[in-house]
């Protein structure tokens, strides 16, 4: 399997990586009026990737890291927690 990039609107973009892994790129989902409907409840997310922490790059990172129990990479500013947050259940 090759690498596939799929743009899923504004600066969301979904990576199938050779190895069969699913990698989102700031998963800016919900309130994204350019992400396909089919797109903004993924069925597998293997890993989420942030640049920044800009709302509409932060977007879904949560609720995805929490459903899909993935691992997040970002500045260390970006995932560490709120004081009394976690994305672990």
Request: charged letters at 20%; aromatic letters at 4%; proline letters at 9%.
């Amino acid at each position: 399997m090759a690498l596939s990039i799929t743009w899923l609107g504004h600066a969301e973009f979904r990576l199938d990586l050779p190895s069969g892994d699913r990698v989102h790129v700031d998963p800016f989902l919900t309130g994204n009026p350019s992400c396909p409907a089919l797109e903004l409840e993924p069925n597998r997310v293997d890993a989420i990737l942030l640049t920044h922490g800009h709302a509409d790059h932060v977007g879904d990172t949560v609720r995805l890291a929490r459903a899909f129990a993935c691992p997040v990479i970002a500045q260390v500013e970006l995932i560490t927690p709120a004081p009394g947050e976690t994305v672990a259940r």
